[in-house]
């Protein structure tokens, strides 16, 4: 069963950086996009990153021009590069990956951003 694992989360203070990885146990069959998502207490879960199986990208405002989304087809690992952090960026992020007929979530990875 393809599974997705997550790493690299943890506390840092704002300015700092972090790199998320979610790599998929197995191969997932026609993979069109991946992406991270974030979600806080009490709120709905919102699109961070994504980027399709040709490498278009796309993000949403708050963290364009400091975030970067990137794979590893090799690793069947994506990553999001998180710069000049803010502590609205606190949030549990969530990575997924979709084909043509489903999707996979990972299981989160807590991002603390505080001083």
């Known amino acids: 069963q393809v599974q997705l694992v997550e790493s690299g989360g943890g506390l840092v203070q704002p300015g700092g950086s972090l790199r998320l990885s979610c790599a998929a146990s197995?191969?997932?069959?026609?993979?069109?996009?991946m992406g991270w998502y974030r979600q806080v207490p009490g709120k709905q879960r919102e699109m961070v990153a994504t980027?399709?199986?040709?490498?278009?990208?796309n993000y949403t405002d708050s963290v364009k021009g400091r975030f970067t989304i990137s794979r590893d087809i090799a690793k069947n690992t994506v990553y999001l590069q998180m710069n000049s952090l803010k502590p609205e960026d606190t949030a549990v992020y969530y990575c997924?990956?979709?084909?043509?007929?489903?999707?996979?979530w990972g299981q989160g990875t807590q991002v603390t951003v505080s001083s």
């Open positions: 980027i399709t199986s040709g490498g278009s990208t």
């Open positions: 197995g191969s997932i069959f026609s993979i069109v996009a």
């Open positions: 997924k990956f979709n084909n043509y007929r489903t999707y996979y």
